[in-house]
């Protein structure tokens, strides 16, 4: 109920935006939404490639339930994950999580819609989309702003459902027509990040990507991103 109201009000704040985008277009703002989208891309390899190699809170066991050999919907399995993942904030239960579809992508792609998105929403997405709305009521905000600012929240809100849909074989239409226009990358070339962890951390269009991959090889040079935080330790 709560989850259906939240994602109630975001989908109308998100639609004032468009209304607002579109009362306001010009030439700059369909500069503007294609920045946005680029920006969300950006942000979303931004954050993936920082928390792959963030370490797990030490001392958690999260080791236990990624290095689990048994079956994963074992009642054995299914409770260790609720104790444990009790144990740590909803932080690192997000650290874990990139963490954990590095083997197991596909577990990804199950995820329910609110799962992928739920958080996003609450943290960024929503607050910023009722700040635009209230900014464009408030003031004059130029068009290419606006344009920018929605396709910034859109793509930042559903970044991780697009991801998700990355490890998925049946996806909606309309995610299958964005790959076909570019606007979302294809599940070949974000395959590419899985092979080595080491580039291509962006998952929406992937426009970002050769960007991310130059700043991860410099921040790896000085000895950033350790590869012993790419699993848990304990
Ligand atoms: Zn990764
Ligand atoms: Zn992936």
């Not at 408030?138 to 929605?150: K, Q, R, S």
């Not at 299958?176 to 929406?204: E, I, K, S, Y």
Request: hydrophobic share 50%; with cysteine.
């Amino acid at each position: 109920m709560q989850r259906r109201l939240i994602l109630g009000i975001f989908l109308a704040s998100l639609a004032l935006n468009v209304i607002a985008v579109t009362m306001s277009f010009t030439l700059g703002s369909a500069i503007g939404l294609i920045a946005g989208w680029y920006l969300a891309d950006l942000a979303s390899g931004v954050i993936h490639m920082l928390l792959d190699y963030r370490p797990c809170p030490p001392g958690k066991r999260l080791a236990d339930l990624y290095f689990y050999t048994g079956s994963r919907e074992s009642e054995e399995y299914l409770a260790m994950v609720r104790e444990r993942m009790a144990s740590v904030g909803a932080f690192d239960r997000l650290v874990y999580d990139f963490k954990n579809h590095h083997p197991r992508p596909m577990a990804l792609g199950r995820r329910t819609v609110w799962r992928l998105i739920g958080s996003s929403v609450i943290v960024a997405a929503l607050p910023l989309s009722v700040a635009l709305n209230v900014a464009a009521w408030l003031w004059p905000v130029p068009g290419w702003v606006l344009a920018t600012g929605l396709t910034l929240i859109v793509g930042g809100a559903f970044a991780q459902y697009f991801h998700g849909s990355l490890h998925r074989d049946d996806n909606p239409a309309p995610i299958v027509w964005m790959r076909r226009l570019g606007l979302l990358m294809t599940p070949a070339a974000h395959q590419l990040h899985h092979d080595t962890l080491q580039r291509d951390f962006a998952t929406n269009c992937g426009w970002s990507n050769p960007l991310i991959n130059r700043v991860f090889v410099a921040l790896r040079s000085r000895g950033y991103l350790d590869d012993a935080g790419l699993e848990p330790r304990s």
